[in-house]
């Protein structure tokens, strides 16, 4: 049965502080996997990863992925406020499938 | 501006009430899906198209219906609404062939059926 599991479920953390979300999979026929950001609307598209290794970087945020022991990971630096939210994962698979996981709950402080 | 839009934005109906969720995209996008997103279940594919007259189901497709007579709309249907369809809907595209494009969504249609 094709499965993704986030963790943590959630995260409360204080500015600045430096985190680290986890995105294990199990699919059929995987091609990629997506990261979104989702506030108190549509998800909104962070990064998408296809090959192993190789890190993917858009200011604070960064992203791998291990397709040999499935799993990806989303960091974050110097966290801000304005980075609560629910970060998602999703592989795709097969031909355009994709499986969401529930994502983690990230709150900042100040 | 490139955008995915759907109507409407919220709704409250009745047991069996027949219902339109309309999806249309700006962007020429071959490939669109829609998705329930549920508390404790995260984002869940209902149907997917990967272009006109072409549909599938996803994982949840159980009480919804699709068309995709042309490029730009995908409607979700539900012909016999029940409680159990109260959900968060995001409908998405993305352009097909090309892998390293990804999906982008409209704002939602919050669901309550009573």
């Known amino acids: 049965e094709d499965k993704v599991v986030q963790s943590p479920l959630s995260l409360v953390v204080h500015e600045g502080d430096t985190v680290t979300l986890n995105c294990s999979y199990e699919v059929t026929n995987f091609r990629s996997l997506l990261w979104y950001k989702q506030e108190k609307k549509a998800p909104t598209f962070l990064f998408m990863l296809t090959s192993s290794g190789i890190e993917k970087k858009s200011g604070r945020l960064s992203s791998i992925l291990d397709k040999k022991e499935l799993f990806s990971i989303l960091n974050i630096t110097a966290t801000q406020t304005g980075d609560s939210a629910i970060y998602l994962c999703a592989p795709q698979y097969l031909s355009y499938k994709y499986i969401f996981g529930t994502g983690t709950r990230l709150k900042v402080l100040a | 501006e490139a955008q995915v839009t759907q109507n409407p934005r919220y709704l409250i109906t009745v047991t069996g009430k027949k219902l339109t969720v309309t999806c249309s995209q700006n962007?020429?996008?071959?490939?669109m899906s829609w998705y329930r997103q549920d508390p404790g279940l995260g984002l869940r594919q209902i149907y997917y198209?990967?272009?006109?007259?072409?549909?599938d189901k996803g994982d949840v497709p159980e009480g919804y219906k699709v068309s995709r007579k042309e490029k730009r709309n995908f409607p979700l249907i539900l012909e016999s609404p029940s409680p159990n369809q109260t959900s968060l809907y995001f409908c998405?595209?993305?352009?097909?062939?090309?892998?390293?494009?990804?999906?982008?969504f409209g704002p939602g249609t919050r669901l309550l059926v009573l």
């Open positions: 998405a595209s993305s352009p097909q062939g090309r892998v390293q494009e990804t999906q982008y």
């Open positions: 198209s990967m272009n006109v007259e072409a549909t």
């Open positions: 962007m020429n996008h071959e490939y």
